[in-house]
């Protein structure tokens, strides 16, 4: 009988969540689609606020979609939220709580909560808050918390309160960067690098900004004996480091279709130098005061 209940309980889920709608293209009032990913097989999830576009090859999104209302967030608590999976998706096609058991690797939110928790009522901003904490919304990162990782987290609002206008609303796309050499922990990829692309409308226009954080091990923290590509042994995963990038680097290293926003792209160095390397012109921020615009981010 209580299998059966769960089982009605997940169905009953999984139709409320087929009701969501989404990350809305027409968000800034000009179309900004989630960037598609061509040659791998996806799914796309759709939550209050923000979609996932899943890679199933990899049981973790390949990218996500938030439109962020500035004038509509509301200041909730996380207390009882619990992560979850996705009864749309097979369990075997998403990352569940058996990667992050008993270990230093931590559930990070793609979809920031903070970022997510608005709406025009507190049961749309509570509904919001409880799609956050999706598995599909998660990937394996670093659970020390450091300064680097302080600043990542702290982008989107400082973004959506100094660069964004158009009723201070922002969209945000982030998902990993797969690697070659990311390690493989309880049959999962876990990516070292992540992205983060900022949409908004400044003067009337589109523009973007585009961001990198990075995971990789120091060397002093790697062990003497070379590690098998499997293991059950968690890898080491070092201090967040946050650069800016430019946007068609982030195209370039994912695969995904940015075209529209590398066209946009307020880092001076990426229209300066059209035909520098990947990662050769990355900017690494230390506080927001370093962040590598060519517009006045006074209100």
């Known amino acids: 009988m209580d299998e059966l209940m769960t089982d009605r309980a997940l169905a009953a889920t999984a139709r409320e969540l087929a ?16 960037p598609a ?5 996806t799914i796309l999830l759709n939550y209050t606020h923000f979609s996932v576009l899943m890679r199933l090859d990899k049981r ?19 207390a009882g939220s619990q992560w979850r999976l996705d009864p749309r998706l097979p369990e075997d096609q998403q990352t569940g709580e058996r990667v992050y058991a008993h270990n230093d690797i931590d559930r990070g939110h793609l979809v920031r909560r903070a970022s997510a928790v608005w709406g025009d009522t507190r049961a749309e901003a509570e509904e919001a808050n409880e799609d956050t904490f999706h598995y599909t919304n998660a990937a394996p ?3 020390k ?33 797969f690697a070659a050499t990311d390690p493989v922990y309880r049959g999962v990829d876990i990516p070292l690098k992540f992205f983060k692309v900022a949409a ?3 003067a009337g226009r589109l523009a973007a900004t585009g961001y990198v954080v990075d995971q990789t091990p120091s060397l002093a923290d790697l062990p003497d004996v070379p590690r098998p590509g499997i293991t059950d042994e ?35 160095i990426a229209t300066a130098l059209p035909s520098a390397r990947v990662t050769e ?18 209100e």
């Open 200 to 202: 908004f409308i400044q």
């Open 234 to 268: 968690a890898p080491p995963l070092g201090p967040f480091r946050t650069f800016q990038a430019p946007i068609r680097d982030i195209a370039a290293l994912t695969g995904l279709n940015l075209d529209q926003l590398v066209a946009v792209d307020r880092m001076p």
């Open 145 to 177: 918390f450091n300064q680097g990782m302080q600043l990542w987290l702290g982008l989107e609002s400082y973004l959506q309160e100094n660069a964004a206008d158009n009723s201070r609303r922002i969209v945000v796309f982030t998902g990993p960067i």
């Open 60 to 78: 973790l999104a390949a990218v996500t979609a938030l439109g962020m209302d500035g004038k509509k967030l509301m200041d909730l608590d996380r």
């Open 19 to 34: 009701g969501r709608a989404g990350y809305d293209d027409g968000f800034l009032g000009v179309p900004v689609r989630v």
């Open 141 to 143: 990162q670093a659970a």
């Open 281 to 298: 012109t990355w900017r690494e921020l230390h506080s927001p005061g370093d962040l590598d615009l060519d517009f006045d981010l006074g």
């Open 37 to 41: 990913l061509h040659g791998v097989k």
